[in-house]
């Protein structure tokens, strides 16, 4: 093994490396932090320094970094199989994968389509959906209702059935339309309803409207059940994600539930439909579902979706989509493991008490000037910063007050990405009682000082 010093690592990934999301014309100018240890809750720098990861790498991690179960069925599967296609074979660990995913999923969920990160998920899940309605000789269903706020990756189909105009407008003419249904962003909605209840029923019915008005034309409607993610960590009220399955029942459309960033416990349940009793028609997984160590992803549809596409060879029903690495062995032994880990650890089990000291610390932020808003679900928390709390004016974008928030909290020990203005807690779900005291104390901190309250 041979290490690098971090002068040298830095000049190298400022030369060559070309981060997402990034302006690299700062990037270039500034000190990145070379990671180059996970211990738990933590990432350690090239210089010794720890963070407590706060995001849980991009809300992927689960148990930890390097978690000794883990890491042992990793090596245990490189030196047995690294990879094998699934195109004409099999491998073992995809299948007991499959099996164990079905399990656990909502019930009725009965395949399993693998691939390798979430926007494909999604995006197998819409040509799916497609594909369908063209098999169930309905071929006028080709169009998708989406959400305003929405996030489903960045690949063009996933970007197509996403709202975040920041992120993608400059994409729009590469996008295929979609009838775009409001979100119930109670903080920030436009409907004019007082309150939760009455602004999702709002939505709700412009939803239905527009279902009525397009049924014939739609194949599918694709949420983020319980929690739009990127869209800056929105919390539909309880009863949305049913009420959202009813109406997909009556209009006759496919419902897809995008859980890559919800699912594998992040809200307390092991998927975010589950909390709502929903089995959709299509759920794509990934984030979670190596607890943070592997790409794999994974679009899970029932046997009425499955059924559609089964016929002769020369009837051309079958489902043309396939990827390099689908079923990875190594990746899908990873997941395994993460699995009998939640057995094992009964972590769900173990979340109750840390969501409810987040929860109790969530309503303390409340009380300083600039914090808007605050909203949790599970382990999932977004702290919308404001400049005025009366009137709800945002902090203009421009003075990224969220970046310069984790920043500080940087000098605090603490690893935070936020969206926008809000600052986003998302930690693996393994986080101590004490870490998660931590993060909040400084994350509390860094809003003080920032804002100056
Ligand atoms: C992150 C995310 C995606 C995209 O996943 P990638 O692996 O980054 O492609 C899709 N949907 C949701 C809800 C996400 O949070």
């Known amino acids: 093994m041979h290490s690098t010093d971090t002068k040298t690592l830095r000049d190298m990934d400022r030369t060559h490396v070309w981060h997402p999301f990034t302006q690299m014309k700062e990037w270039e100018k500034s000190d990145p932090c070379v990671i180059v240890r996970g211990e738990g809750s933590w990432l350690i720098d090239s210089d010794g320094n720890r963070y407590l ?138 409907c004019g309803a007082s309150d939760s209840a009455t602004c999702a029923m709002e939505c709700l019915s412009e ?24 869209g800056g960590m929105i919390v539909q009220p309880e009863g949305f994600v049913r009420q959202v399955r009813e109406l997909c029942d009556r209009y006759d459309i496919l419902m897809i539930a995008d859980e890559v960033a919800v699912g594998f416990g992040r809200t307390g349940a092991m998927f975010a439909c589950g909390h709502e009793g929903v089995t959709p028609d299509i759920m794509a997984l990934s984030k979670g579902i190596t607890a943070g160590y592997l790409p794999l992803a994974a679009t899970l549809s029932t046997q009425k979706v499955y059924d559609a596409f089964l016929g002769e060879y020369r009837e051309m029903k079958t489902f043309f989509h396939g990827h390099t690495f689908t079923g990875n062995p190594i990746a899908c032994a990873t997941a395994l493991a993460s699995l009998d880990l939640f057995e094992k650890d009964r972590l769900l089990e173990t979340l109750p008490s840390k969501t409810e000291y987040l929860q109790q610390r969530l309503h303390t932020l409340m009380e300083l000037s ?43 020990g603490l690893f935070l990405r936020p969206l926008g203005n809000v600052i986003v807690i998302f930690p693996p779900l393994s986080i101590s009682h004490d870490e998660l005291r931590l993060l909040m104390d400084g994350i509390e901190v860094s809003i003080r000082e920032i804002t100056g309250d």
């Open 53 to 190: 990861d706060g995001v849980g790498s991009i809300w992927t991690n689960v148990h930890g970094h390097c978690k000794r179960e883990i890491n042992d069925a990793i090596k245990e599967q490189v030196d047995l199989l690294e990879h094998s296609t699934l195109l004409g074979l099999t491998n073992d660990k995809a299948a007991i994968l499959a099996r164990r995913l079905v399990e656990v999923a909502p019930p009725g969920l009965c395949k399993v389509f693998y691939s390798d990160n979430g926007s494909t998920a999604v995006e197998i899940g819409v040509k799916m959906a497609f594909q369908y309605w063209q098999h169930r000789r309905r071929p006028g269903k080709t169009k998708f209702i989406s959400f305003r706020n929405a996030y489903h990756g960045d690949t063009i189909g996933a970007v197509s059935v996403g709202g975040i105009d920041l992120f993608h407008g400059v994409f729009r003419p590469l996008l295929f339309p979609t009838i775009q249904a409001p979100s119930p962003y109670c903080y920030r909605c436009e």
């Open 207 to 230: 939803l239905e409207r527009l279902m009525a008005a397009h049924a014939g034309e739609v194949a599918g409607l694709v949420i983020e059940p319980l929690v739009q993610g990127a």
């Open 370 to 412: 600039h914090v808007g808003d605050v909203r949790q679900c599970g382990m999932i928390a977004g702290i919308e910063l404001v400049r005025d709390k009366q009137t709800k004016e945002p902090f203009p974008w421009e003075e990224r007050i969220g970046v310069q928030v984790c920043l500080e909290a940087r000098r605090h």
